[in-house]
């Protein structure tokens, strides 16, 4: 049973570029979360989503980010017009339940962008 | 607001001595979970150890266990027998049921030391 997947793992991208970072939930879940870790901090929260459906994006920087979770394929973080403070390792996890009872978030591998 | 608070940024151990991180909390949310995970080079995040806050006995996983002091809203790591693979970044995170987003402190640096 896959995990969470994200790609790419590793993606580079030159100031004003576009970065799309894409992550495919567990089997069987469908709420995603993607959560941004800047050098040296912990994960914070950036938006909630459902298939087609942004529950929450109150985490995420007003320009520039866009996150969407279509009803097929994955989800897509999308950061316009990057700028090194954009460097950072970006996590998404899944889960498959109501998010109005616990239930736990698998975390994928991450993806580490540079801005150079 | 809730926070969590990792007030140390590096601690180091002997192989095979034990060793025990500090996690405090601020909420006034009465149901709510509480973990450690560990991050390796590789950044992966892995679930160490989870904690019911309405559950009183402290959670143990093999090697790891954890002193849960909900008055205290203290929730520290101990890690015994230390092995070289427990070298990791170490976060504690938080999380109201009902809500969605895990809150994390800002971690601490466990080097083991052979």
């Known amino acids: 049973n896959a995990g969470v997947m994200q790609n790419p793992r590793h993606l580079v991208r030159r100031r004003g570029q576009e970065a799309r970072l894409r992550c495919s939930p567990m089997?069987?879940?469908?709420?995603v979360y993607w959560y941004r870790q800047l050098p040296e901090e912990g994960l914070k929260f950036m938006v909630y989503l459902q298939k087609e459906n942004i529950i929450d994006e109150s985490g995420m920087p007003k320009e520039r980010f866009s996150a969407e979770f279509p009803k097929e394929g994955p989800s897509i973080l999308r950061i316009q017009q990057v700028v090194r403070g954009d460097s950072a390792a970006y996590f998404c996890a899944s889960s498959p339940k109501s998010r109005f009872s616990y239930n736990e978030q698998f975390f994928g591998p991450g993806t580490r962008l540079t801005v150079l | 607001a809730q926070t969590v608070t990792q007030s140390q940024p590096e601690m180091s151990v002997q192989e095979a001595e034990t060793v025990t991180l500090s996690c405090t909390y601020d909420t006034s949310e009465s149901d709510y979970y509480l973990f450690w995970y560990k991050q390796p080079p590789s950044r992966q995040m892995i679930l160490v150890i989870r904690q019911e806050a309405y559950k009183q006995q402290n959670a143990t996983e093999n090697r790891f266990s954890v002193n849960f002091q909900k008055a205290a809203k203290s929730f520290s790591l101990k890690i015994s027998d230390s092995q070289l693979g427990d070298a990791a970044m170490y976060f504690c995170?938080?999380?109201?049921?009902?809500?969605?987003?895990?809150?994390f402190g800002t971690g601490t640096r466990l080097k083991v030391l052979a």
């Open positions: 995170a938080y999380f109201t049921s009902g809500t969605y987003k895990y809150i």
């Open positions: 089997k069987g879940h469908s709420h």
